[in-house]
């Protein structure tokens, strides 16, 4: 199976600052056969769940503010809140598909604070 | 808008079964679509549970294949989960969650989650 190490497990950033948030996978990450990266984003707060904030490693979701922005491709990628927010603290996920057979594999998270 | 509302018993006893209901609305489980279901130990990550398609195909994650079954009753747009012989490790908040596409295999919705607690 693959495995998503995400680094760092957390930080804390200045508002108005920048977050960069980093994903790692232990295999290349499949593609779709537009060859578009199979590696999505999650923000979630507490008591909610996750919000899809990326697919495709780069592609925001509908109405997702454009300070968040994602890179990357093969085995790394990157996660980058161009200027940090108060509202942007969270925990952040990465996540890839694989087939066959089907199977979703999350980061273990990676905790935002502002400072 | 989708909107996902999960349902069930907060509390199973262990070597117990846990069941799960996912009501949709705003949407058809009949429309091309895979359910997935996703869990969350507490002050834990995310684990993918498995994905069930409008058609009753379903895939399982191969860690809990033998534990878990998944199906779907379109007259009333419920998805299920069945889990058996729970232990102490299977105490989590369940989430349903729909994938966007084929194309794009991430959840665009999810529901808000039921804890569940396994514990005499």
Redesign the interface.
Known sequence: ?IVMTQSPDSLAVSLGERATIKCKSSQSISK???N?S?L?W?QQKPG?????LI??ASTR?SGVPDRFSGSGSGRDFTLTISSVQAEDAAVY?C?Q?QSP?????????TKLQIK | QVRLQESGPGLVKPSGTLSLTCAVSGGSISDSYWW?W?RQPPGK????LG?IYHDGRV?I??SLKSRVTMSMDQSSNHISLKMTSVTAADTAVY?C?RE?S???????F????ILVTVSS
Not at chain 1, 101 to 109: A, D
Not at chain 2, 45 to 48: A, D, K, P, V
């Open positions: 199976d779709n056969s537009n578009k199979h999505a999650y909610q769940p996750p919000k899809l697919y495709w979701e996920y996540q598909y057979p089907p199977m979703f594999t999350f980061g273990q998270g | 997935d996703v990550g995310l684990e993918w994905e895939n994650n191969p989430y969650a966007m084929d194309q794009v295999v991430a959840f665009d999810w529901g808000q989650g």
